[in-house]
């Protein structure tokens, strides 16, 4: 099964187009994920979350804005591991270690205690890649 290369990535070699190797897809798809990246902390200098993030991403949205009680509303209402995770960051933010500890453990992620901003755009790209 051939995989679909844009044209945009497609190297020329003697007047034919080759498919390039793995490492210029790699670079591709982390530009791509850079640049959405880049696009939802840009979105934290507007009103309101992107349109189209979902509740985690708009919770963790809020969470960096410093709207605690938004975000913390949002993962509420998620009962699942990307829930817990971001419910266990908001805690870090919030100060309350071992109520954190407690939601790390329900999304089956070691405890963090590095930046907590740095936290919350590392669950950002993941929420990013999940969807």
């Known amino acids: 099964m051939s995989a679909f290369i844009p044209l945009s990535l497609a190297k020329r070699r003697s007047g034919r ?8 897809l790699a670079f591709a798809q982390n530009h791509a994920m850079t640049d959405a990246i880049d696009r939802f902390v840009l979105s934290l200098e ?6 189209v993030a979902t509740p985690m991403l708009r919770a963790v ?4 804005r410093g709207d605690w009680d938004a ?8 009962d699942d591991a ?8 908001l ?3 919030e100060g309350d270690l071992g109520n954190a500890d407690y939601w790390y453990r329900r999304a089956n992620r070691p405890p963090c205690r590095g930046d907590t901003r740095d936290e919350g755009l590392d669950i950002a790209r993941a929420l990013r890649r999940s969807t």
């Not at 990307?82 to 960051?89: D, I, L, P, S």
């Open 91 to 93: 805690h870090r933010i």
């Open 61 to 64: 949205w809020h969470g960096l």
């Open 46 to 51: 507007r009103e309101a979350p992107p349109p």
């Open 17 to 24: 187009l080759h498919a390039p190797d793995h490492t210029h």
């Open 71 to 78: 975000a913390h509303e949002l993962a509420q209402e998620q």
């Open 82 to 89: 990307e829930g817990a995770w971001v419910h266990a960051w």
